[in-house]
């Protein structure tokens, strides 16, 4: 257990309480719903989209500690609908994503869960070096600013999404 990976894990909490916030008085009916204000339907995440591409990230984050990952399982049609390469589609009918229920559950479960094995992470696995090749590496070069941003600012800026979509449909901030 370490002092650092303590602290992060307090920081981080914010975003998936906001997220969830933001997500409680959302009618199911309109959760996978792209906003249209005045009746002009926008081209832009609705909240079922990035709730679920938020559910991407705890089992990575497991995976990274070193922790088992089958308590909060990524079911398989999570991955192709959400990845960061999908897009985003219009769901009035609700037949192509999961409901917000399904949705908020495991949300709330994987991001509680990925939260306490930060907390409970020793320090030297987050001093290791970003094992993610990606364009941003040299912004996160270390697994803890990889994680950080995992649980942090990546749920804080898809959550901005979800209260830009809130006011389009004229839904008061959260």
């Known amino acids: 257990m370490g002092q650092y ?4 894990a307090d920081a981080a909490v914010l975003g998936p309480r906001y997220a969830l916030r933001l997500c409680k008085d959302i009618p199911a009916s309109s959760f996978g719903s792209l906003a249209t204000p005045g009746g002009i339907t926008i081209d832009s995440n609705h909240p079922a989209f990035v709730i679920g591409h938020l559910n991407l990230y705890p089992v990575r ?3 990274f500690l070193k922790v088992p990952s089958e308590q ?16 985003c589609v219009d769901d009035r009918e ?14 709330e479960r994987s991001y509680q869960v990925a939260l306490e094995s930060l907390r409970q992470a020793d320090d030297s696995l987050l ?43 004229l839904l008061p901030p959260a």
């Not at 990976?5 to 992060?8: A, D, P």
């Not at 040299?138 to 809130?166: D, E």
């Open 5 to 8: 990976s303590k602290v992060l």
């Open 127 to 169: 001093i290791m070096d970003n094992p993610v090749d990606s364009p941003m590496k040299h912004l996160l070069p270390t697994l803890g600013s990889l994680i950080g941003f995992y649980l942090g600012g990546h749920v804080m800026s898809h959550s901005g999404q979800i209260s830009a979509w809130r006011r389009m449909q």
């Open 94 to 107: 609700g037949k192509i994503y999961p409901n917000k229920d399904e949705l908020l559950a495991y949300f």
């Open 61 to 63: 984050v497991l995976d």
């Open 72 to 87: 909060i399982a990524l079911p398989e049609s999570y991955q192709p609908l959400f990845s960061k390469d999908a897009k």
